[in-house]
């Protein structure tokens, strides 16, 4: 768990950061999104301490951070930015091995979690362990920066536009990596986005900042359905939120009873914008909604979809 409460930053007499206060579950991934210049990135370094915050707490696990040498703290907390920052003269395995290397682990040690990092990361080590970082994509330099944060097994990432300078396609691929490996580690995230689909695609939480504080903190579609003011309701999406919303909300949300419609039934964990899509691919009004295991539950309904993106 991550918790701050009353942090506060000036920049000379300007509040970079103004009395944030934010609870992150152990597990969880946090999105940080809001205007250029509202306090993210300022936000995310006072966690590790690469900026010195001027008031307020911030505890990790209930220990403040203040309270521990900060080169510890940071050997905890790993670290991933758009700019990357390999070290361009080492290879590959070096720079994952970073953090294992100066907590003085064994080299047949640190080897094999180099492998099993580059592997985690959808990089095949026998090809790119020996690599030097100029000869990787912008999208491969990334899944190694990521996977240097993940060395030494940190229980904490923060992580700062991680995708950022990526195409579109790479960073699609990126963030479906970024989930597979949280559900397979349950690390608990940090991240700083300027891209509100990215956040509702990443993360359980999302805090919107403006001004250096939090307007409104919670679930997607919690913001989606009810922003708390015009600002919100126009950073997620203005005219485009009622779309958002059927992105994070299930058919089985909106099965109803009637006249089963022909074809296959769509299963009930199906997106609603999925749903819409298959919908006007096949010209219908209506699809089959079944469970796991393919016993038919009722049907969704075009009007509903619609409703539903109006809320
Ligand atoms: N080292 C610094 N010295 C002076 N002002 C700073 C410094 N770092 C940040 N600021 C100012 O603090 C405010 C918040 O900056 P921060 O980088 O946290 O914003 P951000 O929300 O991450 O922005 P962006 O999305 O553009 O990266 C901005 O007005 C910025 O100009």
């Not at 990521?146 to 300078?165: I, N």
Request: with cysteine; charged share 20%; glycine share 8%.
């Amino acid at each position: 768990m991550i918790e701050l409460s009353g942090v506060t930053k000036h920049f000379g007499d300007r509040a970079a950061v103004d009395q944030v206060s934010l609870n992150v579950a152990r597990g969880e991934i946090c999105a940080l999104v809001g205007t250029s210049g509202s306090g993210k990135s300022t936000t995310l370094r006072m966690i590790n301490r690469l900026i010195e915050k001027d008031a307020g707490t911030i505890r990790i696990d209930g220990v403040d951070v203040d309270s521990q040498p900060v080169v510890e703290l940071r050997r905890r907390i790993g670290y991933v930015i758009q700019s990357i920052g390999l070290f361009p003269h080492w290879s590959v395995a070096r720079n994952v091995a970073t953090v294992p290397a100066l907590l003085g682990w064994p080299a047949a040690k640190a080897n094999a979690r180099v492998d099993e990092l580059l592997a985690l990361v959808g990089l095949d080590p026998a090809i790119y362990r020996d690599r030097s970082p100029h000869q990787l994509s912008g999208g491969q330099q990334q899944r190694v920066g990521f996977a240097r944060a993940l060395a030494a097994d940190p229980d904490v990432l923060l992580m700062d536009e991680p995708f950022g300078a990526v195409d579109p396609v790479t960073r699609d691929s990126l963030q479906s990596e970024l989930l597979r490996i949280h559900a397979a580690t349950a690390k608990t995230i940090v991240l700083v986005t300027h891209d509100i689909d990215e956040a509702i695609r990443l993360a359980s939480q999302i805090a919107v900042m403006d001004l250096g504080r939090i307007v409104q903190q919670g679930r997607p579609r919690d913001l989606l359905a009810n922003p708390a003011d015009g600002f919100v309701r126009e950073f997620v999406g203005g005219t485009r939120r009622g779309l958002r919303l059927l992105k994070v909300s299930a058919v089985g949300d909106l099965v109803q009873a009637g006249p089963v419609p022909d074809g296959v039934p769509v299963p009930a964990s199906t997106a609603l914008d999925d749903a819409l899509a298959q919908m006007i691919a096949q010209s219908r009004t209506a699809l089959a909604v079944a469970d796991d295991n393919g016993a038919v539950l009722g049907i969704v309904r075009l009007e509903d979809l619609v409703l539903r993106a109006a809320a």
